[in-house]
């Protein structure tokens, strides 16, 4: 499954990167792209994983950058 998801105040283009290697090591995550431009995250994960994978994926990103929302709708 791939979603996009939008990021708000996501302030550095180091921080996209280290948001991206921390949730690519997350169990059942196949691919994922963290981009500082657009604001958005586009996150692959195996179909029966993926819930799981996203809320690790929050967790990951809010370690990085604390300030930064991911909207999930």
């Known amino acids: 499954m791939k979603k996009t998801y939008k990021l708000i105040d996501l302030d550095c ?8 290697d921390a949730i690519r090591k997350i169990d059942g995550v196949t691919d994922v792209s963290v981009n500082f431009l657009t604001q958005k995250m586009v996150l692959e994960a195996e179909d029966d994983k993926f819930d799981a994978a996203l809320k690790s994926a929050v967790k990951a990103c809010q370690k990085v950058e604390p300030d930064c929302q991911i909207v999930i709708k």
Request: charged share 40%; with cysteine.
């Open 13 to 20: 283009a180091n921080c996209a990167r280290k948001m991206e």
